[in-house]
């Protein structure tokens, strides 16, 4: 039987076209999990099941484009900058993934705080052991979330418990892709990661490469977050001109590449993005807590590049993405480069859907696409359009989250 959900409704729209705000509408959802109409109100559809969850709001589930599985029980521990804060809090945490029960515990912690945050998709970096990738693999088909994620590559200068040498790593993950990868029509995807360019061999990085091109992968990790990361990284990789080269020349930087953090590029380096096509994962509170630097989003939007934002647990300190809008918000304004709360709004749902080639399936409310959003508490006398919006991107504590579904479907996490 069809469902609908009458409220009211905002989402932003494929075309920029802007945000469709409806006072009272109804979003009709066919049995297929797959959005029917998104209307005004005028009586409840044929044939048709109506829940009034007036005067709450519907809006697109949340896309997250970058977090740690491994350090969610680390979240918010202040040990340094990013160099130390790895060594003194993620590496010791992330060892501890060796136990398959300990995995599992933290897998369902992590799809029970996505759903609390009406996060419907998300991008992950799991831990480096194929036994825990696989647990959060299966937590992700039973939560019902939508996900990238992919094994954590690590092959010289980290702890030896982390430490996976490249042709195990490498045959690790090809048969990760073949047990989900695709999986349940598309909605889990196999995600090569490499977790930064000072942990891994350039063979490493060539081997990662040829995978990706092999099974037609996204590739995500991280670049340019901290000055010391920086060096660090021409150290290891004496051949690349740049941060950014070590990519490029080892056949990672492409049109399915997912770059984190990006503060420090130069102006080439940010030509380069644009020419191979990847995009940027904008994690501003991350950033601020390491004390990593700001990145400046006006060298993405000048030049088309595709932008999705992160929460980055565990230095992120919320699962929270509309938190992340507000922290990209406050960015923006400390360095110069405003950005209005739609721009934030599209950025944390349809905007992080294109970035990751699904906006065809999720990202807004419309007729075709996978019923995924989330239903946000919101005071009645909260009625005109722009401090609705204004109310759920910068007030997300008086502006909770009650439910969240992914193709129509209750996702709860645990």
């Not at 209005?340 to 349809?350: A, D, K, M, N, V």
């Not at 008086?398 to 129509?408: I, N, S």
Request: aromatic share 8%.
């Amino acid at each position: 039987m069809k469902r609908a959900f009458r409220g009211r409704i905002m989402t932003a729209c494929s075309g920029g076209e802007g945000l469709r705000f409806l006072e009272d509408g109804v979003l009709v959802i066919g049995e297929d999990g797959r959005i029917e109409a998104v209307e005004p109100w005028a009586g409840a559809p044929n044939g048709t099941l109506v829940r009034d969850v007036r005067p709450f709001l519907l809006v697109p589930g949340f896309v997250d484009a970058h977090l740690h599985y491994p350090q969610t029980r680390v979240i918010g521990s202040a040990t340094g900058p990013l160099l130390p804060w790895l060594e003194r809090t993620v590496f010791p945490e992330e060892a501890r993934f060796l136990d398959e029960r300990h995995a599992s515990a933290v897998a369902a912690e992590l799809t029970h705080r996505l759903a609390a945050a009406g996060t419907t998709t998300a991008v992950l970096y799991s831990s480096s052991n194929p036994a825990a990738t696989r647990v959060l693999f299966e937590a992700l088909a039973r939560s019902g979330h939508r996900a990238f994620a992919g094994l954590t590559l690590m092959d010289q200068h980290c702890p030896e418990p982390l430490r996976v040498d490249a042709d195990r790593a490498l045959a690790a993950c090809a048969e990760l892709v073949q047990a989900y990868h695709g999986y349940d029509r598309g909605r889990l995807s196999f995600v090569i990661t490499p977790r930064f360019a000072p942990t891994c061999s350039r063979a490493l990085l060539e081997g990662a490469s040829r995978l990706a091109r092999d099974h037609s992968l996204f590739v995500q990790t991280h670049v340019s977050e901290n000055p010391d990361e920086c060096r660090a990284a021409l150290a290891v990789h004496p051949f690349a001109t740049d941060y950014l080269d070590i990519y490029d020349r080892t056949g990672l930087l492409g049109e399915r590449t997912l770059l984190a953090h990006a503060i420090h590029l130069s102006p080439d380096e940010w030509d380069r993005v644009r020419a191979r096509g990847a995009r940027i994962a904008h994690c501003p509170d991350s950033n601020f807590f390491l004390g990593s630097g700001r990145m400046r989003l006006d060298e993405a939007r000048t030049r088309s590049i595709p932008v999705a934002l992160g929460t980055d647990v565990a230095a992120g300190r919320t699962f929270d993405l509309r938190r992340i809008m507000s922290s990209t918000y406050d960015n923006a304004m400390c360095i110069g480069d405003p950005i209005t709360p739609e721009e934030l709004f599209r950025l944390g749902t349809l905007g992080g859907a294109e970035a990751l080639g699904i906006a065809p399936e999720t990202g807004s409310l419309e007729a075709g696409k996978d019923a995924d959003f989330c239903v946000i508490e919101l005071p009645a006398y909260v009625q005109e359009r722009n401090d609705v919006l204004s109310r759920i991107v910068f007030s997300s504590d008086t502006t909770p989250v009650r439910e969240t579904y992914v193709r129509g479907r209750r996702v709860v996490g645990g």
